[in-house]
């Protein structure tokens, strides 16, 4: 099993992952081109794809999905993102298995109909991905124990929001209950869930109210005698390949 993120953040969203019957895609916020050339850069290829799974219905999540579809590549998503859509899939429901993967939905806390992060597992090897959330639930966390590979939201350093250009409705969208994660919440949430992850890879930073050094220094504080591997996901290209399982 391989697993890259292809791109995160709010210009488009996508996380591949390979297994032996086939390709998922999380979320397909790039368009078919981007995809695929993203896709070729990280040394892995769209012609396996057969799903896509759908964290919730915000263009920078579905903008390429119109062109999956024409492709024959089937839809998988919460009842109320398939709804919101529009689109006839396959709703996500625990115990779904596709590839091989046992799929578990975790419900997320975000302005969306119905918004769903994913637990996957092969094999016995667990991941868990989570972005586009205003708070770490009891759910969330207890969905991603036992998950060994992550994939975090940290969207906002809290100084750069609140000094930042954003109107201030804007703002407070971002850090109320449906919103996006702050480093320090996903700091906290990570610190949490540490003993069983061994890779952690933080998405969804914003280019407005995050760097990658804040966000891996305020993570890296909070695992400061932790022994897993922490990763960025960037908007512009594939993050390093995960293997496993």
Avoid at 9 to 38: F, H, I
Avoid at 199 to 213: D, Y
Wanted: hydrophobic content about 40%; charged content about 20%; overall charge neutral.
């Amino acid at each position: 099993m391989k697993l890259c993120v292809l791109g995160s953040g709010s210009t488009g969203n996508a996380l591949l992952l390979e297994a032996e019957g086939g390709s998922l895609l999380v979320d397909c916020g790039l368009l078919w081109r981007d995809l695929k050339r993203r896709a070729e850069r990280a040394g892995l290829s769209l012609r396996g794809l057969r799903y896509v799974f759908l964290t919730h219905e915000h263009a920078d999540h579905v903008r390429g999905l119109d062109s999956l579809l024409r492709r024959g590549i089937k839809a998988i998503g919460s009842p109320g993102t398939l709804q919101a859509l529009g689109i006839k899939g396959i709703p996500l429901e625990p115990g779904l298995e596709i590839l091989g993967l046992k799929l578990r939905p975790i419900p997320l806390s975000h302005d969306a109909r119905e918004p769903t992060g994913l637990r996957l597992e092969l094999d016995g090897t667990k991941i868990g991905i989570v972005t586009d959330l205003g708070r770490v639930t009891p759910a969330v966390l207890e969905n991603l124990k036992g998950c060994e590979t992550l994939v975090f939201e940290a969207n906002h350093d809290l100084g750069m929001l609140l000094s930042g250009p954003y109107p201030w409705p804007l703002k407070m969208r971002i850090l109320g209950p449906l919103g996006h994660l702050a480093n320090d919440e996903a700091a906290q949430a990570l610190k949490i869930l540490r003993d069983w992850a061994k890779i952690v890879l933080l998405a969804h930073l914003s280019q407005e109210n995050n760097t990658p050094t804040l966000a891996l220094e305020t993570v890296a504080r909070a695992l400061a005698d932790w022994e897993g591997e922490l990763l960025l996901t960037y908007p512009d290209r594939p993050s390093v390949v995960i293997s496993g399982g």
